[in-house]
């Protein structure tokens, strides 16, 4: 029975017959994509040549990147010419030249040139000829080959369904990541077992930190840990069946995120790593602010790579923490910051995988009209400083996580109402700060050290009052409150 085509090497096949003169394959997994190139060539009936600056085309001659160039006019022949790590060379305007002059010839030919790079770089001049390959990190079917592989060279088994189990836990790395987490753990307990897969899931956060942008986060906090924010908390449990092959049949696209926009302090952050334990969803956290500085490499390549991983983890929670300073970096960068920019502002509107974006925001000034565009997020909720009726709710939640029964506690009932203007993180230090006076003094929390505590915090409203009522104004006709008002609360007791 014939192999099937994986759909990459498809692509290239039929690139390459429909006459496309040049293909541009971004990926880091070089080896990988020669694979599929091979494969490729091999179901297109097309001779195949390899380039390197270290090697040329295997023969050692032709190593300078435009002698390369000129060299493919000797072969009439329908081929695929492969370029390694030619992003390196292509703004060398001599090499831009002989390009251009080649590639109509390479399309009459049916011959295609294709440059396999882990960064997408092309001039002007010749960016209208090129059909761009993002390659996708490996399915379940390409890990399964994998870890049979493995497994063989191993000489172990694996009992039951662990080896799909396992699969699913090595998704989001590349090939060889896989290989090598897949050989340790074989190495180390002789076998594969399900109590060894959380040493994959252990491995591939491991990997994944190299990444420096991308970081695993540890579900915890729930959403009963957030106190208030009732609106939103509704909003989120409607679309909890949203997921899955139901939803796609009702006509449903996948649910594509949140924007939560408010003061500090208010729980947005809190509410990101809520909504992946309220749906039993990994959750990622993507430092944007390190995508634009460049500290892991080019910002385009850091930016893609982590699309790539939070896809193939899919359904998944990317929570995008302080989203208006990496936004605030790509104005002050310069073409590749714009780029990487649009890279994501194009992802949020068209992506399909079911990768739910939480971002959060404090400064509303410093986001651009385009990621507030209708399309980006499903729906954009203000934060705002919470009501009395929140304020003793967030009170609660504290006293309950110290090992407390708010209710042996009516005084909470008057903090609550005296605390007005305070955030979620000050109630929160009222507590803590009581809690201290009351340990230093060797009893149990009374009036007197919430009171002191009361006392002693000046809430951020106090400094930022002006700036804080400008962002209420701003949210007032273009966010959706994240909780009802105070006085539609109190109709019904403070419960709705």
């Known amino acids: 029975m014939a192999t099937r085509l994986h759909p990459i090497s498809r692509d290239i096949a039929v690139l390459s017959r429909a006459g496309y003169p040049l293909i541009y394959i971004i990926t880091q997994e070089e080896q990988r994509a ?90 002007a001049e010749i960016e209208k000829e090129a059909a761009l390959i993002d390659l996708p990190l490996p399915n379940t079917e390409e890990l399964t080959e994998v870890l049979r592989t493995v497994a063989e060279s191993e000489k172990v088994g694996m009992e039951g369904d662990v080896g799909e189990r396992a699969v699913r836990s090595a998704l989001g790395l590349s090939v060889n990541q896989a290989t090598r987490v897949f050989r340790k753990v074989m190495v180390l307990r002789k076998g594969l077992t399900p109590d060894d897969l959380g040493l994959i899931v252990e491995e591939k956060k491991n990997v994944l930190r190299t990444t420096e942008v991308l970081e695993f986060h540890e579900l915890g906090d729930s959403l009963n840990d957030v106190g208030g924010l009732g609106e939103l908390k509704r909003w989120l449990d ?111 509107a068209e992506k399909r995988a079911e990768v739910f974006v939480v971002a959060t925001a404090n400064d509303v000034s410093r986001l651009p009209p385009e990621l507030l565009r209708r399309g980006r997020f499903d729906e954009v909720f203000f934060v705002d400083l919470p009501n009395v009726h929140e304020r003793l709710e967030i009170l609660r939640i504290h006293m309950r996580k110290r090992s407390r029964e708010p209710e042996r506690y009516p005084q909470l009932d008057d903090v609550a109402k005296r605390a007005e203007h305070f955030s979620g993180a000050e109630l929160e230090q009222i507590i803590v700060s009581a809690l201290y006076n009351a340990f230093a003094n060797r009893r149990d929390i009374s009036t007197t050290d919430l009171e002191l505590a009361l006392k002693h915090t000046v809430p951020l409203y106090r400094t930022y009052e002006e700036k804080i009522k400008e962002l209420r104004e701003w949210a007032r006709t273009r966010a959706r409150p994240a909780t009802l008002d105070s006085t539609v609360l109190d109709l019904f007791g403070g419960r709705l």
């Open 238 to 348: 409607a679309r909890t069946a949203a997921f899955g092959e139901d939803a796609r049949r009702f006509g449903l696209p996948p649910p594509k995120g949140l924007l939560l926009l408010g003061v500090q302090g208010c729980g947005k952050s809190l509410s990101a790593k809520a909504v992946a334990d309220f749906w039993k969803f990994p959750l990622l956290r993507l430092d944007v602010g390190a995508v634009f500085s460049g500290s892991s490499g080019s910002p385009e390549a850091s930016i893609r790579e982590a699309i790539k991983i939070s896809e193939s983890l899919s359904p998944v929670v990317l929570w995008v923490d302080e989203i208006e300073k990496g936004f605030a970096s790509s104005e002050q960068g310069g073409q590749s910051d714009a780029r990487v920019f649009g890279t994501l502002l194009t992802w949020l």
């Open 34 to 123: 020669l694979d599929l190139i091979e494969a490729a060539a091999a179901a297109g009936r097309r001779s195949l040549a390899q380039w390197s600056v270290a090697k040329g085309f295997g023969d050692g001659e032709h190593i300078d990147p435009g002698d390369a160039v000129d060299s493919i006019a000797a072969t009439s022949d329908p081929a695929l010419f492969v370029l390694l790590d030619f992003h390196r060379y292509i703004e060398d305007p001599k090499v831009v030249r002989k390009l251009r002059e080649r590639l109509p010839e390479c399309a009459a030919r049916r011959q295609s040139i294709i440059i396999v790079a882990p960064v997408y770089r092309l001039p």
